[in-house]
């Protein structure tokens, strides 16, 4: 067996499953609506630079976590937009347990 044969297999599921095909299909909406797309890419790149600050040891203000709290709360008002985290969460958990099968050899080869 070819692991890599598998992983491309994999992939082509990924491609067919009904969380990409949503998630694909709420973005192409949200790219064609210029307003939608305007607040989803400046509540990204929000989230970005908080991540960032995040990971560079430094915390953000709790006035930038409460503005940011403010963001998302209207950007849950759009119904595509809430469509598109809804559909992003559900394609993590799919990922998130696929990583987790994955991983699974290499765990049970570090318990020998």
């Given at each position: 067996?070819?692991?890599?044969?598998?992983?491309?297999?994999?992939?082509?599921?990924?491609?067919?499953?009904?969380?990409?095909?949503?998630?694909?299909?709420?973005n192409?909406?949200?790219?064609?609506?210029?307003?939608?797309k305007?607040?989803?890419?400046?509540?990204?790149?929000?989230?970005?630079?908080?991540?960032?600050?995040?990971?560079?040891?430094?915390?953000?203000?709790?006035?930038?976590?409460?503005?940011?709290?403010?963001?998302?709360?209207?950007?849950n008002?759009?119904?595509?937009?809430r469509?598109?985290?809804?559909?992003?969460?559900?394609?993590?958990?799919?990922?998130?347990?696929?990583?987790?099968?994955?991983?699974?050899?290499?765990?049970?080869?570090?318990?020998?």
């Open positions: 067996m070819n692991v890599y044969d598998k992983a491309h297999e994999l992939a082509r599921a990924l491609r067919e499953s009904n969380e990409l095909k949503e998630l694909q299909l709420l192409n909406q949200i790219q064609s609506d210029t307003d939608s305007r607040m989803l890419d400046g509540f990204r790149q929000k989230q970005a630079e908080l991540q960032q600050k995040m990971m560079s040891g430094e915390m953000p203000a709790p006035e930038e976590m409460q503005q940011m709290e403010k963001l998302y709360e209207v950007i008002m759009n119904p595509a937009l469509g598109i985290f809804d559909a992003e969460r559900r394609l993590s958990v799919v990922m998130e347990d696929i990583h987790r099968i994955i991983s699974e050899p290499l765990q049970e080869a570090m318990k020998s």
